[in-house]
């Protein structure tokens, strides 16, 4: 009887790498376009994943809302993915 070969599981290239590291948080309420820049978070080397703690969520949430005055204010063009492409 010949022996089986061992199947492998689908992600075994899959290692999780993650690094404590800052990036930029792009929050989308009531039609405004927030951006926070140098945000702590847990990023993923391998998927880019980025893994925000529930308390910092929470604080750019109120930030956004507040009347605290933004470092700076951008232009961004917007472009509907269903007519542009």
Request: proline share 5%; charged share 25%.
């Amino acid at each position: 009887m010949s022996e089986q070969p061992k199947r492998q599981k689908a992600f075994d290239y899959y290692v999780e790498e993650v690094t404590d590291t800052v990036t930029r948080y792009l929050l989308n309420a009531n039609g405004a376009l927030f951006v926070f820049e140098n945000v702590p978070a847990r990023v993923n080397r391998v998927t880019g994943e980025q893994l925000f703690a529930p308390a910092t969520v929470r604080r750019i949430q109120q930030i956004a809302m507040s009347t605290q005055k933004p470092d700076r204010i951008v232009q961004a063009k917007v472009y509907d993915w269903q007519r542009a492409a």
